[in-house]
Nanobody
């Protein structure tokens, strides 16, 4: 069983930055592909970014490419999402997820509880 706990959300002005963290329990973290998803009010959950177990491969939604960076520290069982040049349309609850695969289309089995990100204009 893998438990995921997100942190780092908050309120920021447009153009600002935030870094989200997701701490994972268990000894299997370094075998897991990790990802961030988000869900805005009234919208479906959407893929944001993913990273392979080694960190060698990263994948991004077109809407965040060039602004967001996903990274991981396997020694700390933690995955990060650095978000720069934030826009009001980035406002959403951000979820961390883990998979035995990797990438946008992998099946994400484990999910965190989410952290709110609000970008004011």
């Amino acid at each position: 069983q893998v438990q995921l706990v997100e942190s780092g959300g908050g309120l920021v002005q447009a153009g600002g930055s935030l870094r989200l963290s997701c701490a994972a329990s268990g000894r299997t973290f370094s075998n897991l592909g990790m990802a961030w998803f988000r869900q805005a009010p009234g919208k479906e959950r959407e893929f944001v970014a993913a990273i392979s177990w080694s960190g060698a491969s990263a994948y991004y939604a077109d809407s965040v490419k060039g602004r967001f960076t996903i990274s991981r520290d396997n020694a700390k069982n933690t995955v990060y999402l650095q978000m720069n040049s934030l826009k009001p349309e980035d406002t959403a609850v951000y979820y961390c997820a883990a998979s035995w695969g990797a990438g946008r289309s992998a099946e994400y089995t484990y999910w965190g509880q989410g952290t709110q990100v609000t970008v004011s204009s």
